[in-house]
């Protein structure tokens, strides 16, 4: 199961469309056949429509509210954990993730400068996104 944090991977809208096709495109490759949640502000969701409609994924659109779509992400992994998911891949860096450590094995994928130290920390595994997008000038 996998919870995908469309505005963390956009970088608030900061990339251009292309680069995150190819972030998400990494991201779909790890979670194959697998149950995904995918969430993004709505100001985000009609620039990026063309990186994420074709993937197959769950997607739920967040409010402008601070950390709204963690929020919508963090219920559906709630949900998966409560059906006996032992396994979740977080597609995010923010920290409040976390304490879903302590009911499954965290399989993060981030931005190196984005994960918080705390998740870091909590994750069985990391995997940065970093190498696909040009380096910072």
Known sequence: MAVIDGDNLTKG????VSEVCRVLSRIADTVTACPVTFAMQRR?????????????????????AADAADVLLHEAAEEYVAHSITDLVVASGDHMFSDLAGSARLHVISYQRSL????????????????????AT
């Open 116 to 135: 918080s130290r705390r998740l870091e920390l909590a994750a069985s595994t990391v995997t940065f996104l970093d190498d696909l997008l040009p380096a």
């Open 44 to 64: 985000l969701a009609v620039r990026y429509m063309t990186a994420y409609s074709d993937l197959g994924w769950g997607v739920r659109f967040a409010s402008m």
């Open 13 to 16: 809208g900061e990339l251009h």
